[in-house]
């Protein structure tokens, strides 16, 4: 139940505080006095979406807040589940800034949007002209037989498999439209995947075949080159080695003398074995050398091969091509695998289908059953409200291979306002005022079968007057010994069923607009009856017929 609502620096209300009654409240006021003002900022604490244009004043941010009396509901799970504090009276705060962002609190700890509305649905059902329009839209139509079926649990059911549905279908035409164009694809990378299996890329290094096939192709150079080397070293006559000898012998029968000599001498010795080390280098490498025309042939041809590869494929290196090697392998698998994928995805669809239409079926037979009961207990509340020829009738049908987003059948609200009149589609036949109490009528049903603590009735009374609107307040006022209500009229008649009536109005100060709001007493709520049965000029006998209607109210 909707407690408090403080709203400050909101449009044209600067601040505005009201306490609400548990039972049937009225608001009433001038055309243009700031009721739809009202209501946008309520909706900021249903979680609607604001920015800074709502401010009255830019310098500050406006702040709605609204205590809730939740102590019946059992939302103790939903509080924890969203790591919220529970408190049996919660209070709700909305907070816009001046740069547009805004914040949400639910008993001072930060939420988003998403749990504001997840919470508020549970607590506030707001009627509204624009929804009085929606009836006439099947998925509305369908919203309006679960809740009074009691299908939720059902209807949560039918959604979690519709979605996986669309989910493997889409699936399921991916795998397909694969398989379609995988015939052409798969034998162009098959023949590049077989292009690359000619070369074991593992082990190959491709910087040193290079290097091993010019060592190969300059083979007897480096043996000429090699021989002259080791001639020079240490087999000519005046040879470097034996010279070094010489000189080793020299200096040895003087390296005593001093450090120096020593130094040098064993400089010296140092070198003489170095060379030794590298002529016997040189003698094994000339050795060896040889062209191997057989090897340099297979050497050219796999650097061949890779050196085409590379350009085909556009990249430098080995290893760049055992990458896309590797692609086209798990390319060329995904392929070979598609059949069995697709046929795994037909059996995972195939199932969720079965399971969708086992669910469909029972929301069917669930909404099947309880429309009769609509039917009759519309028809019993239009004669209440002064239709007592008005005929409804809920057309329902399942649709063949069909899933709908809502289940697997369709259905039509037909009405028909006058005797002798067919039943047609409500869009076709219902006036504003016929509208409203045939909303008012499904909507009284739905009070019965549903816990929502506040119903908000905004302008409920389009199209009606007189007995009529009578008769639609005392519907109202039954509502409300199970629901707290909250109703917007422009008729006395149903405004003088309220337990509290407030009066919403502009007030122009320093040559400033501002709406007001406040509770009526018993005399200024007199004179508001009066003025709305009588206009401007209130008489005698409005004041009389005003009093008379709270008396016999």
Do not use: W
Not at 240 to 258: E, F, G, H, Y
């Amino acid at each position: 139940m909707l407690q408090n609502l403080s709203i400050k620096n909101y449009a044209i209300i600067d601040r505005l505080e009201i306490q609400f009654s548990k039972q049937l409240n009225i608001i009433t006021g001038e055309t243009g006095a700031g009721k739809s003002i009202l209501l946008g900022a309520l909706s900021m604490i249903l979680g609607d979406r604001a920015d800074s244009s709502v401010l009255r004043n830019k310098e500050e941010k406006c702040i709605i807040e609204a205590s809730f009396d939740i102590r019946s509901l059992g939302l103790e799970e939903f509080f924890t589940n969203e790591e919220l504090d529970y408190h049996p009276d919660t209070i709700i705060r909305r907070e816009i800034l001046s740069n547009g962002k805004s914040r949400a609190f639910i008993n001072d700890s930060p939420t988003s949007l998403k749990i504001l509305k997840d919470i508020t649905s549970k607590l506030i059902d707001v009627h509204s002209q624009h929804e009085t329009l929606e009836i006439n839209q099947q998925q509305n139509q369908l919203k309006l037989i679960d809740s009074v079926a009691l299908n939720q649990a059902l209807v949560e059911k039918y959604s979690t498999l519709y979605k996986e549905y669309h989910q493997l279908l889409k699936k399921e035409n991916e795998l397909q439209l694969m398989k379609d164009n995988a015939s052409k694809e798969a034998d162009y990378i098959l023949f590049q995947l077989n292009e690359l299996e000619e070369i074991s890329f593992e082990n190959l290094n491709q910087e040193e075949l290079e290097n091993e096939l010019k060592t190969i192709n300059s083979a007897e150079d480096i043996k000429f080159k090699l021989e002259y080397s080791s001639n020079v070293l240490q087999e000519s006559e005046m040879n470097i080695i034996q010279m070094n000898a010489d000189i080793l012998a020299s200096l040895r029968s003087v390296k005593d003398i001093n450090t120096t000599l020593q130094n040098l001498f064993e400089r010296m010795n140092s070198v003489h074995i170095e060379l030794k080390d590298i002529a016997r280098e040189i003698n094994l490498i000339a050795s060896d050398s040889q062209f191997d025309g057989e090897r340099a042939n297979e050497i050219n041809t796999l650097l061949t091969t890779l050196y085409k590869l590379q350009k085909k494929h556009g990249v430098d290196s080995s290893h760049a091509l055992q990458t896309i090697k590797d692609e086209l392998k798990s390319k060329n698998y995904t392929f070979e695998n598609i059949d069995n994928e697709l046929i795994n995805i037909k059996n995972l669809l195939s199932d969720c289908i079965s399971k969708l239409l086992k669910a469909g079926e029972e929301l069917y037979r669930n909404r099947q059953a309880i429309i009769p009961t609509i039917e009759k207990q519309v028809m019993e509340t239009l004669m209440k409200v002064g239709m007592p020829n008005a005929k409804f009738s809920i057309e329902h049908h399942i649709e063949p291979n069909h899933f709908g987003a809502l289940g697997i059948d369709s259905l039509q609200f037909l009405f028909s306002a006058n005797a002798g009149m067919p039943l047609q589609e409500v869009k076709k036949v219902a006036s504003g005022g016929e509208l409203s109490r045939l909303m008012l009528s499904i909507k009284s049903i739905m009070a019965q079968a549903i816990s929502l603590p506040t119903m908000i009735f905004d302008e409920i009374d389009t199209g009606i007057s007189g007995n009529v609107a009578s008769k639609t307040g005392d519907i109202l006022k039954q509502m409300s010994k199970n629901h707290q209500m909250i109703c917007i009229t422009h008729l006395p008649q149903i405004a003088a069923k309220g337990q509290k009536h407030f009066y919403i109005y502009k007030k122009v100060e320093n040559n400033t607009t501002y709406t007001r709001m406040k509770e009526l007493d018993e005399t200024e709520r007199i004179q508001e009856l009066a003025s709305m049965l009588g206009g401007e000029t209130i008489s005698e006998a409005s004041i009389a017929n005003a009093r008379e209607l709270l008396v016999s109210n």
